[in-house]
């Protein structure tokens, strides 16, 4: 096949992989908020973007095989705050934020939780780039060259992900003679659910994990497909009655009015559409988007839930009826445009990389079909087969992560196994439905809040933050505490 | 490079890999007597050779990457006996046996343990053949041919191992309809470090662990090199100190006999060799073969240790002196024979598999500096990575093995990680000196024997046990049944 096939082929999945309503059609589970409603003149702390060294690791392609290409090596690149460290004389902490489907440079300033807590830990920051992300991409390559590669992108996998992590973090630690240091593993929602498997595979590297917002029951047939949407429809209803009521009501409403003559150039007008709409799914898929976003990212104290249902509560639309109260719920999250409904068109590594992760191991299998405030679109395994199939030649491994980590049964299996890890979520969050909201043991601890939404106890304290984010806070770093006190009893008993 | 040129570079390193006292020098690790010193007509069971069935499964050649050759499936071996076994209905055992560095046939009979015990636990019994051993070589290759391809031997692996390992037990139990059956891994030798790492790493898999005489600290520097020949120096003092002093001097004293006029044709005679010597170092790999395999294996009824130091203590020697006794000694564990000094020529699976696996991943520095009774032969490392390099042309991963599994402070680490693992170990046998020898936690236990030797607990029980075998065999059982009623109430209360 030539490489302009490829590409074609590749561009395809990539944009029907978007969260713009087509084919893959699944919300994202990026960290990261799109609209900058936390302001970060509100945060408590300066900026720390200057205090970061950056350094290159030699790290190997393939830990797990012995083939002549498993020994090349790439530079993978990881940061460093040592401002903070109390020094190996005293096996002051390290955190290591285990980076995710993004790259790292932006972190520093984004998780807050570990700058706002280092000083009273005395803890050694390092934040590390995960493998295909960043300028952590094997042979030098571009990430889309080398999705475009079959041989190249195989290598891009989670379990090689885990395994450049103990890799670098056992050199950081002999490089600064810091055997008995203990490390706290600290990730979000994708890199949430890699810090707990870190723990888990990796006991004698960290010793705990902190996963906020980490779905990890999303996988084979733990969680039911629906979940996902019923939290989002909870979050609404809860929200506004009526709001989740014209939410509801407004997709057949769409349909009745696209399948008139003239339809779709109606619907361009109502909602002041920036480009005219290629199909009513456009229309549909920005909505669904438009809900998600809110739900996952509805962060005090803007609260974009309840923003957009104002929006749709509050309108005057005699006029334009359900259609206007919508079109009222955009603008209310939007603010003052001179038009809307842009359709996704995003290229970023996330999209691009979490497209190939979702497609080979990371299969979450999220629909809707019944009790939501959405149309039913149940998950169709064999079509989701057949997409990623064509687009990148490989068969989803749709039992693997649940061979390889787990997940069934998780609390029969892990209430006498393993220990030191917070399972963190914010029940707003529609992940949520697949994190683990219940204490396994006395040291696999979940910690939540009713109110609270994606990975927001990572984000920096700022002053408007609301008490149970506060405590939220506060519990995870008193956790944390015990298990590094316990831990330093231990070594010095285990040293005399 | 041409297959012959690679034949013969390969012919070249599993010549030297052996336990012929050349090149790589290094003891056996299998579990595998090679005298038939252990009598079956002993045995207290009846022969089980006829109740297994043999099944195939399509085994992933790559279970790490999504290389479109990672999706390449092969057949891999596994036999199942059903004679005893409870039934799923009644959420019963299944013991699996982890296959090792050799076929799986021989293994129902080998391991009485588990054919002993499957009765009074009502166990169904799953023996399992390790990747590139027996038939489970992938694309129905011959070992040889399969670790001539540099592409191909590179999946040969301890972690892919391991994979394959929980995608088959996962498989049986779906077939089974047995979810809630409590798997119990067992492994003897290198099985046993399989076993230990199997419950470390699918927790979710197997609910607890049997490892017999596993060294898993004889990587990286964890013990020191030496420990395995002062084992050895141990046994043999302690079964007779003038026996012990005699093998000391005997080095010495060959090499003085071999560096006179026609030395080698001398000891020849004095040893009435098989063959005529090429060099000096072949009779004393001959000879420290002989005291390896006497130390591993120095099994009741017999004792080859004290039977060794029987024939070198009696000797009538006026004539031949230390040399004479030397041989005398040889003579007892031989018995009578037309010739002697019979230099290996092993090119079994097991040597053939091994000497990859020693080369890629499992580096055992084991070497002999002093205080022994051995002359010094201390591990180089450069001369490893160099044979290594030009056998295989690959480096070995020196520290992979603690990077993945651990192995540093595993006391510490382990303390309040883990659990339901058994280290069982015979502390006359070398291997125990990289074994765990203290439990760790309430679970993580070690259950050793001062006279036993390597992975006996595993094998058969007869007539003639002494006390001390059938209570290390008492006292696995008992743990394992406490692991197993526990389950049995967490499960109870995890359904209601």
Known sequence: MSLSWLSLIISFILSSASISGRKLDTPTLSLHREHNLRDSKHAVSASV?????????????????YRPES????????????????????????????????????????????????????????????????????????LKGALEDANIRGYFSSAQALADYAAIIMHVKQKLKARYSPVIVVGASYGGMLASWFRLKYPHVALGALA???????????????????????????ASETCYQTIRDSWSEIDR????????????????????????????????????????????????VTMICNGIDGANTIENGILGKIFAGIVAYDGNSTCYVNPSTDVSQTSLGWSWQ?????????????????????????????????????????HWVTTYYGGYDIELILRRFGSNIIFSNGLRDPWSSAGVLKNISNSIIAVYTEKGSHCLDLYSEMQTDPNWLVMQRKTEVKIIKGWIAEYYADLLAFKQ
């Open 212 to 238: 906020s917002s980490a779905p990890i029951l999303y996988y084979d047939r733990i969680t039911p497909q629906d979940a996902y949407h019923w939290v989002i429809t909870k979050d609404f209803k809860e």
């Open 358 to 398: 979702k497609c080979s191991e990371m299969v979450m299998p999220i629909g809707i079909t019944n009790n939501s405030m959405f149309q039913p679109h149940p998950f169709i395994l064999s079509d989701f087969i057949d997409e990623c199939n064509s687009s990148y030649g490989v068969m989803p491994q749709l």
């Open 71 to 142: 020994y090349t090596a790439f530079k993978q690149r990881y940061l460093i705050n040592s401002n903070y460290w109390g020094g190996a004389n005293y096996s002051a902490p390290i955190f290591v934020y285990l980076g995710a489907e993004s790259p790292i440079d932006g972190e520093p300033t984004t998780i807050g939780f570990l700058t706002d807590n280092a000083a009273q830990f005395k803890a050694l920051l390092v934040y590390i780039e995960h493998r295909y992300y960043g300028e952590s991409i094997p042979l030098g390559m571009t």
């Open 49 to 65: 973007a200057n205090d970061y060294e950056t350094f290159f690791f030699n790290q190997t392609l393939d830990h797990f095989n």
């Open 257 to 304: 009015v696209a399948h008139k003559p003239d339809g779709l150039s109606n619907l361009n007008k109502m909602f002041k559409t920036c480009k005219p709409l290629e199909s009513v799914d456009e229309l549909k898929g920005y909505l669904k988007s438009l809900y998600w976003r809110a739900a996952q990212y509805d962060d005090p104290p803007i609260y974009p």
